[in-house]
């Protein structure tokens, strides 16, 4: 689960969701009952940093926005338009990881008849909150295009 890591990922990044998840157990405030009930709450500690990401990508958009709404005079437009296309590139990567997810979780549902009844909602809820994730980053992709679109620096003299 946690390998081969990346050389270039914090290492105490990728155990965030595990050790969030273990904590609760030690303190008792989660009492997990099988391997599916302990999946379904490390990945669902995972969509929730994924859902945090969106919200303070949303936070920097709305920042952005308002930065071309009010006419600030832009020192470097195009490096302003860099920084416009980095948070929705964010948005896309976001997004895509979900939606891959929410396919993945998504067929694990449909082909549960070799696993215990228990398994299909655990499932089905990891799905529905990836694809909540992906609902959430597209509709901010699409504010983040619309900004983009309407800021269109005008070309530098030559």
């Known amino acids: 689960m946690h390998g081969p890591l990346n050389p270039a990922v914090n290492p105490q990044v ?7 998840v273990r904590r609760r157990v030690e ?6 009952s099988s391997p599916f ?10 969509i929730r940093r994924e859902s945090d990401l969106v919200a303070n990508l949303d936070k920097e958009s709305g920042e952005l926005e ?19 296309f980095r948070a929705w590139y964010r948005l ?3 997004r895509t990881i979900a939606t891959h997810s929410s396919a993945t979780y ?4 449909r082909q ?6 228990t398994a299909l909602p655990l499932f089905t809820d990891i799905a529905d909150q990836f694809a909540a994730v992906t609902t959430m980053a597209d509709g901010q992709r699409e504010f983040l295009h619309g900004v983009i679109e309407f800021y269109r620096p005008a070309p530098r003299p030559t």
């Open 66 to 84: 308002q930065r071309v709404m009010l006419g600030e005079d832009l020192e470097d437009p195009e490096e302003f338009l860099e920084e416009l």
């Open 37 to 46: 009930e302990l999946s379904h709450w490390i990945v669902s500690a995972l």
């Open 92 to 94: 896309l990567a976001v």
């Open 106 to 109: 998504g067929r694990m549902a």
């Open 14 to 20: 990728t155990f965030l969701d595990t050790s969030a």
């Open 112 to 117: 549960v008849r070799f696993l215990p009844d």
């Open 27 to 32: 303190e008792k405030n989660l009492h997990i």
